[in-house]
């Protein structure tokens, strides 16, 4: 016997067009597929959702990321959508969209009040619920990564049992709850507008054992994980080791990470900026991200200037070179002013 989930997913499915101009509307129909730019309803055509079964025995309803790689269901879509907290919270806004009734325990115990879909309230709400870094599974996890050196005001904290909703690629008995790194999303006034999760293995100190240990939610476009204020000078980059493992060297210069290449491309500049550094990875979405800034960014006079790691990313630097060698890399690759300032 199928799972209520799992019902409720075929029946998405089987209205997945309908699914994605709700959920999705910010894309198109083309052919067989629904193009948007990912999960949270940016413009593009990164993500493609599979509208019908095809031939080659593709189902309906599945999508993949091409950008990140990613891929799931169409609850995932309505989760990502709606920045849902929990699961629950999405079968909810399933059952609604398909007018579904309640299951049967709904109606004895009613769900509390939640975050209104589409806002970023219920990030807000797992930001609150977290607790601070020191001693946790998530500093020793940095700490395995070479980032020792964190700050009170970083927007880092830790959640002990934060839930996971496994995708098709995990095992079936993987654990609904893992502890967690969660970093602060926010806007240039400083409001959380997003979060960002990384699951964590208590054992291990690493990255959790499952298919997705990355994953964020909330309002994610124009916004960052925001190390330090905004300054004339500031770098910015994808990954949030990437940029935390910079700022070991540099822990005078602030910094944005923007948590993906496309999101990186899309973020929002302060009025005081004046010259930006690209943390870029030395990958193709790098390499995009960095044509994109450079192009914004020369219609408001910022210069930017490419940051080159010499191990794919600089949290790879760090582990491999150390923090000398990884300060020698760094040092002829800024201007002469921040040079001085920085070294």
């Known amino acids: 016997m199928s799972s209520p989930a799992s019902e409720i997913a075929r029946r998405l499915a089987d209205n997945a067009e309908a699914v994605c101009r709700r ?4 894309g198109r129909r083309e052919g067989h597929y629904w193009m948007v730019g990912d999960v949270r309803n940016t413009p593009g055509r990164s993500l493609y959702v599979r509208l019908s079964a095809s031939g080659d025995g593709g189902p309906a309803g599945k999508w993949t990321d ?7 269901d169409l609850l995932d879509i309505i989760a990502a959508s709606c920045g849902h907290a929990s699961f629950r919270d999405t079968l909810e806004e399933a059952r609604h969209f398909l007018s579904l009734p309640p299951p049967p325990d709904a109606l004895r115990n009613p769900a509390p009040a939640r975050a209104a879909s589409g806002s970023p309230e219920a990030a807000r709400r797992l930001w609150a619920a977290s607790k601070p870094m020191l001693n946790s599974v998530g500093q020793a996890y940095l700490a395995g990564r070479s980032i020792t050196d ?16 496994p995708s098709e690629d995990d095992a079936p008995d993987v654990r609904a709850a893992w502890p967690a790194m969660i970093a602060a999303v926010t806007d240039l006034d400083g409001m959380v507008t997003g979060i960002h999760r990384t699951w964590l293995d208590p054992e291990t100190k690493d990255k959790a054992p499952v298919a997705c240990p990355r994953r964020a939610m909330g309002h994610l476009l124009g916004h960052g994980v925001r190390l330090g204020a905004a300054a004339p000078v500031m770098a910015a980059g994808e990954g949030l080791e990437t940029m935390l493992s910079l700022r ?17 491309a899309a973020i929002a500049f302060p009025d005081a900026l004046e ?21 914004r960014a020369s219609e408001r006079g910022i210069e930017v200037c490419p940051l080159e790691p010499r191990h794919g990313d600089f949290n790879g630097d760090l582990q491999t070179l150390g923090r000398n060698a990884m300060a020698a890399s760094l040092r002829p690759q800024l201007v002469a002013a921040d040079r001085v300032k920085h070294f």
């Open 23 to 26: 959920y999705l509307s910010r």
């Open 66 to 72: 091409a950008a990140s790689g990613d891929h799931g």
């Open 150 to 165: 964190l700050l009170l005001s970083d927007p880092l904290r830790f959640h002990p049992h934060c839930f996971y909703r």
């Open 248 to 264: 070991q060297i540099l822990p005078g210069l602030s910094l944005i990470a923007g948590l993906s290449g496309a999101h990186l």
């Open 275 to 295: 010259r930006l550094y690209i943390a870029r990875d030395d990958d193709p979405a790098g390499a995009i991200a960095l044509a994109t800034l450079r192009e």
